[in-house]
């Protein structure tokens, strides 16, 4: 059992600017009774559901629970992009601004509802003209555009999951994703802007598509207008299959378990899994939680930084947004590119009034320096909030006082990938926060602390986060592994959801979150396994073995440290260093680049050959060593050491 006792006693509380709480669309006596109603679960996501969704027939059971599968809404037929788009272009929505875009030089498109409705269904029937049929999977690799909203949207309305891969992943990491969920089709884009310049994104996929050969076709936008190599007979341009294209096309009518996506994220062996949602459930939670937890209004201009290939993405850029009816922002670059006040020059052009962004973003904004967002007028901001990490509490502070000006809530929200939308979070107008705590769960959310043999553990002592209940956004499995499921989240109690995050609570019951307890690393609010980095490294002709790490990074929440056994003969040094950082960026992608790369000549393992993480850790956190990092370092006196204490 981890130590993760409380580390810190946070004494300061904020309560509900009164003008906030009175206009909040969840007021303090209504949270109370949803939360009385949410000790049955299925009595407050069905009354959400009911409220918040546009069905085309009816759930005969709101909830059929054979731990640990779950079908919520059993019986239901909906559309997701139906509940985006076609039920808002019925009244006067048709002409508000759905999406806001912002590319990295500075060029920007406002589309409509009716708009983004059209373009969904042109799409949509280019999909289907290519052969895509109801429960064909489509690979997205595509940077912030427009066209990445239109084509998953489009994907959602016929009935095809798609698997997005964010950008960053490499043409490996891309093939084993299109080969893992066996997709037909791929959607990408010529290339991208970032920090100033264009980079290539279609030729990643050439290489990924050279070893998939189940990929029929690949749809290519054109963003950047460099050259691109065009497959015959495989490759078509989006804007001339768009011109083409019918915009109408009636939504498929899906059962609520119909799979909506698949999404990759890390676990602890060196394979991703993918994580499988499915429809009228992830519909309702991401709904119904975007419109409590962000105090969703019309005239919101919403901004959430995340990218679209991560689940935030998905949730809380899109699916959650649109539902609603709301307008939500994209952008198409990075925050520091021209200037340090990208970020805050956006929000004051737009007017943004909610902002979402990463506790490791913020701690980069205070780095920076105040003077930046102090050059911007940001007072359109109402509300803040936080994802993907614990936030320090002077991280949370510094987003009150600087980017809140003091007036702004701020809503830290606690979920994953698995859990598809928001579990732990304030209600705005409702819950007191205090800073660096996600506070309480959701309405209708049992979570609970447990100790390893699943009792109770009482505050202020620390154990792991459980979910107790299921609710409707939850994984229906892993893509193709159904052992994996049941083994990584199931077998840990008896009905009980392992999310695999060490936890406290306080006297007032409220959650603090201490971080991943597995040997997966929260890089920037990024999940990486440790495995999956390891067998980068050790594929590296020079290296024997490997053994990765994560240590407190100021900035990035955990660095990760790799400890390398070279073959012999080879010499550790600063050659070997770049060469595997390029074997990591080639397989996996650039965000899983060690930050520091040690060599030693035997890593510490215990008498049964185990691999002493705990004592790499220690050391790694102790600092880098000084001097020539050709020297091999010897840690096996400091195993023996750490062997005979814990014996
Ligand atoms: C892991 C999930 C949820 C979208 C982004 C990441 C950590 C997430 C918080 C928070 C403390 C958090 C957990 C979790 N995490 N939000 N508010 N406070 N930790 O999704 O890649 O699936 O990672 O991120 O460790 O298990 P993900």
């Given at each position: 059992m981890p130590d993760i006792e409380s580390l810190l006693e946070e004494k300061r509380v904020f309560k509900p600017p009164r003008d906030f709480a009175r206009a909040a669309n969840w007021k303090r006596k209504q949270v109370a009774e949803l939360r009385r109603l949410g000790q049955k679960p299925e009595r407050l996501w069905a009354k959400l559901a009911r409220e918040q969704i546009a069905w085309f027939s009816p759930w005969k059971k709101v909830l059929d629970w054979k731990p640990p599968f779950a079908k919520w809404f059993v019986g239901a037929k909906t559309n997701v992009s139906y509940n985006c788009l076609d039920r808002?272009?019925?009244?006067?929505?048709?002409?508000?601004?759905?999406?806001?875009?912002?590319?990295?030089?500075?060029?920007?498109?406002?589309?409509?509802?009716?708009?983004?409705?059209?373009?969904?269904?042109?799409?949509?029937?280019?999909?289907?003209?290519?052969?895509?049929?109801?429960?064909?999977?489509?690979?997205?690799?595509?940077?912030?555009?427009?066209?990445?909203?239109?084509?998953?949207?489009?994907?959602?309305?016929?009935?095809?999951?798609?698997?997005?891969?964010?950008?960053?992943?490499?043409?490996?990491?891309?093939?084993?994703?299109?080969?893992?969920?066996?997709?037909?089709?791929?959607?990408?884009?010529d290339g991208g802007h970032r920090r100033g310049a264009p980079f290539p994104i279609k030729q990643t996929v050439d290489q990924a598509c050279a070893e998939a050969p189940g990929v029929e076709k690949v749809v290519v936008v054109r963003r950047t207008g460099q050259p691109v190599e065009m497959k015959p007979g495989r490759d078509l341009w989006w804007h001339e299959e768009m011109k083409q294209a019918s915009a109408k096309c009636p939504p498929a009518k899906l059962d609520s378990e119909h799979p909506l996506f698949i999404l990759y994220t890390s676990g602890t062996t060196g394979r991703p899994k993918g994580i499988l949602h499915s429809t009228g459930g992830y519909l309702t939670h991401v709904t119904a939680t975007a419109r409590a937890v962000f105090d969703l209004r019309d005239e919101d201009i919403y901004w959430c930084t995340a990218d679209i290939g991560w689940i935030t993405g998905h949730s809380?850029?899109?699916?959650?947004?649109?539902?609603?009816?709301?307008?939500?922002?994209?952008?198409?670059?990075?925050?520091?590119?021209?200037?340090?006040?990208?970020?805050?020059?956006?929000?004051?052009?737009?007017?943004?009034?909610?902002?979402?962004?990463?506790?490791?973003?913020?701690?980069?904004?205070?780095?920076?320096?105040?003077?930046?967002?102090?050059?911007?007028?940001?007072?359109?901001?109402?509300?803040?909030?936080?994802?993907?990490?614990?936030?320090?509490?002077?991280?949370?502070?510094?987003?009150?006082?600087?980017?809140?000006?003091?007036?702004?809530?701020?809503?830290?929200?606690?979920?994953?990938?698995?859990?598809?939308?928001?579990?732990?979070?304030?209600?705005?107008?409702?819950?007191?926060?205090?800073?660096?705590?996600?506070?309480?769960?959701?309405?209708?959310?049992?979570?609970?602390?447990?100790?390893?043999?699943?009792?109770?553990?009482?505050?202020?002592?620390?154990?792991?986060?459980?979910?107790?209940?299921?609710?409707?956004?939850?994984?229906?499995?892993?893509?193709?592994d159904r052992k994996r499921f049941v083994e990584t989240y199931w077998s840990k109690w008896r009905n009980t959801y392992f999310p695999g995050d060490g936890a406290h609570r306080d006297r007032r019951g409220y959650f603090w979150i201490m971080g991943r307890i597995d040997d997966v690393m929260n890089v920037s609010g990024h999940r990486i396994g440790t495995m999956e980095v390891e067998s980068a490294i050790v594929a590296h002709a020079d290296v024997a073995e490997a053994a990765v790490v994560g240590r407190p990074d100021e900035i990035t929440g955990t660095a990760i440290v790799a400890f390398v056994t070279p073959r012999s003969h080879v010499a550790g040094g600063e050659a070997l260093q770049r060469g595997i950082r390029a074997q990591v960026a080639k397989q996996i992608g650039a965000i899983a680049k060690p930050a520091e790369i040690r060599f030693t000549e035997a890593l510490p393992k215990t008498r049964s050959g185990k691999i002493m993480r705990r004592l790499l850790r220690d050391i790694a956190a102790g600092g880098a060593p000084a001097g020539d990092t050709s020297t091999l370092e010897d840690f096996s006196v400091l195993a023996k050491l750490r062997e005979s204490e814990e014996d």
């Open positions: 808002h272009i019925q009244g006067w929505r048709r002409n508000k601004a759905a999406i806001l875009w912002e590319g990295e030089p500075g060029d920007t498109r406002t589309i409509t509802y009716a708009e983004l409705h059209r373009e969904v269904c042109r799409f949509a029937n280019v999909l289907k003209g290519l052969g895509v049929k109801r429960g064909d999977r489509v690979a997205i690799y595509m940077p912030m555009l427009p066209e990445l909203a239109i084509a998953m949207l489009a994907c959602t309305r016929i009935g095809a999951p798609h698997s997005i891969v964010f950008g960053g992943f490499s043409a490996e990491a891309l093939r084993d994703r299109i080969q893992d969920a066996g997709a037909r089709v791929v959607v990408t884009s809380y850029v899109i699916y959650g947004l649109l539902s609603n009816g709301a307008t939500t922002l994209m952008f198409e670059g990075a925050p520091t590119t021209p200037g340090p006040d990208r970020f805050w020059d956006i929000i004051e052009r737009w007017g943004v009034t909610i902002f979402y962004t990463a506790p490791t973003a913020i701690r980069t904004f205070i780095r920076l320096g105040d003077e930046h967002p102090k050059k911007h007028d940001l007072s359109s901001l109402r509300l803040l909030g936080t994802v993907g990490e614990p936030i320090n509490p002077e991280a949370w502070m510094w987003y009150h006082r600087v980017i809140g000006g003091g007036r702004c809530p701020i809503v830290d929200t606690w979920w994953q990938t698995e859990t598809g939308g928001i579990m732990i979070a304030p209600l705005p107008g409702a819950t007191d926060t205090k800073p660096g705590s996600a506070t309480l769960p959701f309405p209708g959310v049992h979570a609970a602390i447990l100790d390893e043999q699943g009792e109770p553990v009482s505050p202020p002592h620390g154990g792991f986060l459980a979910i107790t209940a299921p609710w409707p956004g939850m994984l229906r499995g892993i893509w193709g």
